[in-house]
């Protein structure tokens, strides 16, 4: 048999700590990416502007020594032509003509001198008019109608023109993206990576950590001398084990010693009280006269009181201490409750109480077949004693979500206000009870030892209501 429960991975532990341990790793391979990222795009920068330095002078003295002549526009531009050739970082472009690089010279009145470039030289003067560049110190330059800049340089010639050497940040976008692409598939490659390491270490250290908690849960309820599941590393977890194992032994140490003073206290009280009720039914047998039998069966019944509350106060201390000693059996609810209904039927029926039963049919316990039998003895006791005639007690049975459901209800005057807050304490007993105190306290103590649940209240109507649950038969696998 089984009583596992498969729990929901995303409500596991170990899900929220792969999560955030993933999440942080996330957030740091991330940074260390755009620190990365950063360099990168500084370095090309560093590299293009060099090369954009070094080239404009190249320009500038071959166009200081070229004469002005009708070939000066033809050396020049074939000068710059070869400039865009040797472009860092250059990848193949879909059209032969150059698109990367532009070659600009402007005379001292601003008209243009010389153009090599792709397309009309008016957008690109219109924009390097817009802006102050400054010689040996490279600048963006944004030409309208084009969606990618070019990084230009400037060079002031003797004759006071200026020559404009602009490199596209076509190529190094596009390596930048292609970084980028590669990070991100590497970065999320080894995000699930880490996620199924953590998950994967967590979730067998923590499977570990739930066995020590259905093995812990389970003792007390079924045997005292079970103990939780250790191994042999010596880490946090396992010395929680030994730990617990260690607890466990004087715990059980402690439940051994009460129950020999239970049991030797019960002894010491039950022997005189067997001998003196011994004596006295000698004497009752002995005696002639009626008057002289009625002191001596008033005080066997005194006694038998006596005995049962004793029984019951050591009963309940046991299981309020979880000490009740059970004796686990499979029970029909349904079968005993009618035979204990037949054997109470008589003695509710002359004091005019009816009882009725509506029970879902058979429903099979496991538990203690004496204890709960003596649980469903106090419940009738309790209506045998409280309620006036012509009350019914209805009893309702039924399974649900995994435990039977036994409800008890009359239609009597219910319970009093002052005990309705503390029913289920020891020697708590409405004003008009002749009783001790110990019957809903047993009948707590009883479902308690049993894993269940027990609830009483007045009904809204009139009477009372009385509650409780106790789990079914663990389903057996096959």
Not at 251 to 257: D, F, G, L, V
Not at 258 to 278: F, N, V
Not at 290 to 315: H, K, M, W, Y
Not at 441 to 463: L, P, S
Request: hydrophobic share 45%; aromatic share 6%.
């Amino acid at each position: 048999m089984s009583s596992k429960t498969a729990k929901p991975v995303m409500h596991s532990a170990a899900w929220r700590i792969s999560l955030w341990a993933t999440l942080a790793y996330a957030c740091g391979t991330m940074l260390v990416f755009l620190s990365l990222h950063q360099f990168v795009e500084n370095d090309i920068q560093r590299r293009s502007d060099a090369w954009l330095a070094g080239e404009v002078e190249v320009l500038g003295d071959v166009a200081a020594r070229t004469p002005k002549d009708a070939l000066y526009g033809t050396v020049v531009g074939e000068v710059a032509e070869l400039a865009s050739k040797e472009v860092p970082n250059k990848m193949r472009s879909e059209s032969s003509a150059n698109d990367s690089v532009f070659f600009l010279q402007v005379g001292s009145d601003g008209g243009t001198r010389l153009w090599a470039g792709r397309g009309r030289v008016e957008p690109y003067l219109a924009a390097i008019r817009k802006i102050v560049i400054i010689p040996d110190h490279p600048s963006d330059l944004q030409v309208e109608g084009l969606q990618i800049p070019f990084r230009v340089a400037a060079l002031r010639m003797g004759d006071g023109s200026r020559i404009y050497l602009g490199l596209s940040e076509r190529d190094q976008l596009r390596v930048l993206r292609n970084l980028n692409l590669r990070f991100f598939f590497v970065w999320a490659l080894l995000v699930l990576l880490g996620f199924a390491i953590v998950f994967y270490t967590t979730k067998r250290m923590l499977s570990y950590v739930r066995e020590i908690s259905e093995a812990a849960s389970r003792i007390g309820h079924s045997e005292m001398n079970a103990r939780v599941p250790t191994n042999v590393r010596n880490d946090e977890v396992g010395h929680l084990a030994r730990t617990l194992n260690g607890m466990l032994d004087r715990i059980e140490n402690s439940m051994h010693q009460l129950h020999t003073i239970t049991d030797a206290l019960a002894h010491d009280l039950r022997s005189p009280l067997t001998a003196i009720r011994g004596k006295l039914e000698m004497s009752l047998s002995a005696a002639t006269h009626g008057e002289q039998a009625e002191p001596i069966v008033s005080a066997i019944d005194e006694l038998d009181r006596l005995t049962e509350f004793l029984n019951a106060s050591l009963d309940v201390a046991e299981a309020r201490a979880d000490a009740l000693r059970l004796s686990r059996s499979e029970i029909d609810l349904d079968e005993l409750l009618r035979v204990m209904i037949d054997l109470y039927e008589p003695s509710m029926s002359e004091k005019g109480l009816q009882v009725r039963l509506h029970s879902g049919g058979d429903i099979s316990i496991d538990a203690d077949a004496a204890l709960i039998h003596r649980m469903i003895a106090n419940l009738f006791d309790n209506e045998l004693k409280h309620l006036p005639a012509s009350c019914t007690v209805t009893l309702h049975l039924e399974s649900r979500d995994g435990v039977a459901v036994l409800s008890l209800e009359d239609d009597g005057p219910g319970f009093a206000p002052e005990v309705s807050a503390s029913l289920f304490e020891r020697r708590v007993k409405g004003k008009d009870s002749s009783g001790h105190g110990l019957g809903l306290a047993f009948v707590d103590a009883v479902v308690r030892a049993h894993g269940g649940t027990v609830t009483a209240t007045n009904r809204e109507a009139r009477g009372a209501r009385i509650e409780l649950t106790l789990p079914l038969v663990p389903a057996r696998v096959m």
